[in-house]
């Protein structure tokens, strides 16, 4: 069985099943219209996982090999399931002949994707973009050296070449995520300079030790920026690994710290929206 990620550009032309939440009470791990694929020996995304999921990709592969079209699963969320949520929901299941027919009518969402800026194509940034095509952002991958950005091509990736990269700054999509990884602490610092002079990001985060910090604190400091703007650059960079050099585990922990940043700043966005409406 292979699990796959659910897009709206899947080349899928065996008959499968969509797996759609019709309603949702309570604590659950899930939200109406949410809705998944299951195929023979293939699934398209999930509905929360755990043994509610579980129990509806078995259900769905008895309806693949049926004469019937449809099922409506009527789960609670409770120990006669082994689950402990408390919650209710309603699973619709229908037979669809491929996936384009599966899809239709269903809105993809992608607006919510945040961009992803990373400055340096080194190790650190190379294994930063193998990593990012199952995560939720519009990934960019930019540096000044020609070879470094073509040792791979990643069809989720855009590469971007510039000889000066802190001056494309101001072309780069505003309300963005900033990751500097490059080679060299006068790039790392323009590039810093540069986006904290337009003050519209969401998130940046620099590659470097405390001292590293120190000193560009220091010196942003001197040329006029705010204490309270410096202090939204994150350096070091990453979750937690101790002292580690190994440029995986650097990428892994910068990820866990942007994917943290990333939930909780979407999160806070759609708190000020109800805030606002509800007044």
Same mark, same amino acid.
């Given at each position: 069985? %292979? /699990?796959?990620?659910? *897009?709206?550009?899947?080349?899928?032309?065996?008959?499968?099943?969509?797996?759609?939440?019709?309603?949702?009470?309570?604590?659950?791990?899930?939200?109406?219209?949410?809705?998944?694929?299951?195929?023979?020996?293939?699934?398209?995304?999930?509905?929360?996982?755990?043994? @509610?999921? /579980? #129990?509806?990709?078995?259900?769905?592969?008895? @309806?693949?090999?049926?004469?019937?079209?449809?099922?409506?699963?009527?789960?609670?969320?409770?120990?006669?399931?082994? #689950?402990?949520?408390?919650?209710?929901?309603?699973?619709?299941?229908?037979? *669809?002949?491929? /996936?384009?027919?599966?899809? %239709?009518?269903?809105?993809?969402?992608?607006?919510?994707?945040?961009?992803?800026?990373?400055?340096?194509?080194?190790?650190?940034?190379?294994?930063?973009?193998?990593?990012?095509?199952?995560?939720?952002?519009?990934?960019? $991958?930019?540096?000044?050296?020609?070879?470094?950005?073509?040792?791979?091509?990643?069809? *989720?990736?855009?590469?971007? @070449?510039?000889?000066?990269?802190?001056?494309?700054?101001?072309?780069? !999509?505003?309300?963005?995520?900033?990751?500097?990884?490059?080679?060299?602490?006068?790039?790392?610092?323009?590039?810093?300079?540069?986006?904290?002079?337009?003050?519209? /990001?969401?998130?940046?985060?620099?590659?470097?030790?405390?001292?590293?910090?120190?000193?560009?604190? %220091?010196?942003?400091? #001197? @040329?006029? *920026?705010?204490?309270?703007?410096?202090?939204?650059?994150?350096?070091?960079?990453?979750?937690?690994?101790?002292?580690?050099?190994?440029?995986?585990?650097?990428?892994?922990?910068? $990820?866990?710290?942007?994917?943290?940043?990333?939930?909780?700043?979407?999160?806070?966005?759609?708190?000020?929206?109800? #805030?606002? !409406?509800?007044?």
């Amino acid at each position: 069985m %292979k /699990f796959k990620k659910l *897009h709206k550009n899947i080349n899928f032309n065996s008959a499968l099943i969509k797996a759609k939440v019709m309603n949702a009470l309570g604590s659950t791990p899930n939200k109406i219209d949410d809705f998944m694929l299951i195929a023979g020996s293939e699934i398209f995304g999930t509905i929360g996982g755990g043994t @509610l999921e /579980f #129990q509806v990709i078995n259900e769905s592969k008895k @309806l693949l090999i049926n004469n019937k079209i449809e099922n409506i699963l009527k789960i609670p969320l409770g120990p006669g399931i082994g #689950q402990c949520c408390g919650g209710f929901v309603e699973i619709k299941l229908t037979k *669809h002949s491929d /996936f384009k027919n599966a899809i %239709k009518n269903e809105v993809f969402d992608e607006s919510d994707k945040l961009d992803l800026y990373i400055f340096g194509a080194g190790h650190i940034g190379q294994s930063l973009i193998t990593k990012t095509k199952f995560l939720n952002f519009n990934t960019f $991958l930019i540096d000044s050296r020609e070879s470094f950005l073509k040792q791979n091509n990643l069809s *989720h990736i855009n590469y971007l @070449l510039s000889t000066k990269p802190w001056e494309i700054v101001n072309h780069l !999509n505003k309300k963005s995520m900033y990751v500097i990884v490059t080679h060299s602490h006068d790039f790392d610092f323009k590039i810093v300079n540069e986006i904290l002079k337009i003050n519209n /990001f969401s998130y940046l985060g620099l590659i470097g030790s405390d001292t590293k910090r120190n000193k560009f604190y %220091k010196r942003l400091e #001197q @040329l006029g *920026h705010k204490k309270q703007l410096i202090n939204q650059l994150e350096c070091p960079i990453g979750s937690s690994i101790g002292k580690s050099k190994d440029p995986e585990e650097i990428s892994f922990s910068i $990820l866990a710290r942007i994917i943290e940043f990333k939930n909780s700043y979407k999160e806070n966005i759609k708190n000020t929206e109800k #805030q606002v !409406n509800e007044f």
